[in-house]
């Protein structure tokens, strides 16, 4: 089975974990019983070790097409010929009873005689545990050796078979007749499907993303696209701790064939925060009171240990995310090492305490107070951050080349003083604001001072060199520069000189920065976003529209980015990426507001 591009892959979840479903019907990605658990399904990392659940028609030459029931995280699979029509519905049951964790999978013949093939061959624990497998009264029951990996079971309208470490099965339908496939935990499945409980489960599952999804404010242009990007955005989050990974899955290369294989399957407070403020854009304020659930009871967890903040977590909360190599997998498209954990969780990167407190400010401004205990724990941050701002770290990238004074970094601190004493003016909120004061004015100094280049008309990436990042374009949009002021128009050219090519725009460049990896990679998405954001904010705003149009021809065909493109058009990185989907709300947002002649938003 050879690799498919991986803007072939639809995404369906359940507010716990997510499956990656290949337009050719293949179930290819799939991690049990969470997000960041080990894969059942994985030949997206390994496609012949890997594991997957195939089910389609058997006849070749047809055409395919996949879409999502009309503002839902439903897909559709359709395979289409001149003597047959045949789909297969995908999606994991979100319901207010309970929690099922489950695959369902319909398989439907529109017209025609459809004969379909399903295998079912799961690879537990990356593929790193051996499986029984039996069949009780028509189920099949997969049992792993390692007792850590849950038993699993997949129930069926149809005769199962085993074949090898897996079960297949041949069958044929006509006219309007479905068979339906039901894949979850073994102490919780049962052998016999009802098939009045999936038509339900199926119905309310419709029902709640679209509720969710009609509460959005937002109505202006690409709403199409917006609203899949905050359904995206949604899949991503934990119903049970309110927080939100970056992607949904790991090890896929941000270069074919190189070594930055990363796992995406956590929680980064910089992409939770910035998710927090793309919902809050959109009127969505429920997942703000879930993610600040959850971040109180991380900075809990923190107020004991000397640091204030780790840079990401794992879903529930966890700090060890520790990074290892799966060598016995190929990798996707034999990008190797395939890596699970990360060890970036233990990097210093300050930036992550101006994303948390620009996300405290937005919470507080349009939703509830920050509680009392809650701000002295901020203080107790703050302090800390007054004694380190200056020092240097690895920054917004995770470079692995040793620590530097990034601009970005810098910058964010400024947001984490900056919003905290308008949190505080604003709620009359006790702080010590003369210190705070004093730290906000002294970044700004530092950045005008040892981040300006005079020499190439430019704010750097780091201090002492002229080498720039992404990271930069974020100045103006949080409001520390005026989108206009000379110094960032002059800088934005350079941005835009350096980095950009067209619509596409690289974080940095690797021979300028060396981030201590060999290689390339991709153009970054969300940096292309940004770019979009600070060209309408300079009143650039038909260009800003060209590139904005340009780069949503790039989503894949349900509207989902990965985290990069490569130079052929294909899409790299770990999918879909959270990060990307809430620059392109951002973008989106502003550049409409712009078109349609509204004037730039005050600042209060």
């Known amino acids: 089975m050879p690799f498919k591009p991986i803007e072939d892959y639809g995404v369906i979840g359940d507010l716990c974990t997510a499956a990656l479903v290949a337009m050719d019907g293949s179930i290819d990605f799939f991690c049990y019983p969470s997000f960041d658990s080990p894969t059942i399904f994985g030949a997206l990392l390994d496609n012949e070790r890997g594991g997957s659940f195939e089910l389609k028609p058997r006849m070749d030459g047809l055409e395919l097409k996949q879409l999502y029931s009309d503002e839902t995280n439903v897909l559709v699979t359709r395979f289409l010929s001149n003597c047959v029509a045949a789909e297969v519905v995908d999606f994991m049951p979100v319901t207010v009873e309970k929690q099922k964790n489950q695959i369902v999978r319909v398989a439907k013949s529109i017209h025609g005689e459809a004969h379909f093939e399903l295998s079912c061959r799961p690879a537990f624990d990356y593929a790193r545990a051996c499986h029984e497998v039996r069949l009780e009264n028509?189920?099949?029951?997969?049992?792993?050796?390692?007792?850590?990996?849950p038993a699993m079971r997949l129930s069926a309208t149809v005769p199962l078979e085993i074949t090898g470490n897996g079960v297949t099965a041949r069958f044929t339908l006509r006219n309007n007749e479905s068979a339906m496939f039901i894949f979850g935990a073994a102490k919780d499945s049962s052998p016999q499907i009802d098939c009045n409980t999936v038509y339900r489960d199926l119905t309310d599952?419709?029902?709640?993303?679209?509720?969710?999804?009609?509460?959005?404010?937002?109505?202006?242009?690409?709403?199409?696209?917006?609203n899949r990007s905050a359904l995206v955005l949604k899949l991503l989050t934990t119903r049970e701790h309110g927080s939100l990974v970056a992607a949904a899955t790991c090890g896929l290369p941000e270069l074919l064939g190189g070594a930055r294989n990363w796992d995406y399957r956590f929680v980064w407070l910089r992409d939770a925060a910035f998710t927090l403020y793309a919902f809050m854009r959109l009127g969505l304020r429920e997942e703000a009171e879930s993610f600040w659930r959850w971040l109180r009871a991380v900075l809990q967890q923190e107020a004991q240990h000397e640091r204030p903040?780790?840079?990401?977590?794992?879903?529930?909360?966890?700090r060890d995310l520790k990074e290892m190599q799966l060598d016995h997998l190929s990798g996707y498209r034999h990008s190797q090492p395939v890596r699970i954990g990360n060890n970036a969780w233990d990097q210093l990167q300050l930036d992550v305490y101006g994303e948390l407190m620009d996300a405290v400010y937005l919470y507080s401004k349009y939703g509830h107070s920050v509680p009392y205990e809650g701000w002295q724990r901020l203080k107790r941050m703050l302090e800390w951050l007054g004694e380190n701002w200056n020092q240097p770290d690895e920054g917004i990238w995770e470079v692995r080349g040793g620590r530097k004074h990034f601009l970005h970094s810098r910058l964010m601190c400024w947001v984490a003083f900056d919003r905290a004493i308008r949190l505080a003016n604003k709620r009359s909120l006790s702080a010590p604001l003369r210190e705070w004061y004093h730290h906000r004015d002294a970044i700004v100094e530092d950045i005008h001072y040892n981040f300006w280049n005079d020499e190439i008309k430019s704010f750097v990436r780091d201090k002492g060199s002229k080498a720039l990042?992404?990271?930069?374009?974020?100045?103006?949009?949080?409001?520390?520069?005026?989108?206009?002021?000379?110094?960032?128009?002059?800088?934005?050219?350079?941005?835009?000189?350096?980095?950009?090519?067209?619509?596409?725009?690289?974080r940095y460049r690797n021979e300028e920065s060396h981030d201590g990896l060999d290689g390339e990679e991709g153009s970054f998405t969300c940096c292309g976003f940004w770019f979009v954001e600070c060209l309408a904010r300079a009143n650039q705003v038909i260009k800003a529209r060209q590139f904005f149009e340009k780069l949503l021809a790039h989503a894949n065909h349900v509207g989902l980015f990965s985290e990069e493109i490569g130079r052929d058009g294909h899409q790299l990185g770990n999918y879909p990426q959270a990060l990307t989907h809430l620059a392109l709300i951002s973008a989106a947002f502003y550049l409409d507001r712009r078109l349609s002649g509204a004037a730039p938003e005050a600042w209060a």
């Open 138 to 149: 028509g189920s099949a029951v997969f049992l792993p050796a390692n007792s850590a990996c």
């Open 205 to 226: 599952t419709l029902s709640y993303w679209r509720a969710w999804i009609s509460k959005s404010t937002y109505k202006g242009r690409w709403r199409e696209a917006v």
């Open 469 to 506: 990042d992404g990271g930069i374009l974020l100045m103006p949009l949080m409001r520390f520069i005026s989108p206009v002021d000379p110094r960032w128009l002059s800088t934005l050219g350079a941005i835009e000189k350096s980095l950009a090519e067209d619509s596409f725009v690289y």
């Open 309 to 318: 903040l780790q840079i990401m977590y794992g879903v529930d909360g966890r």
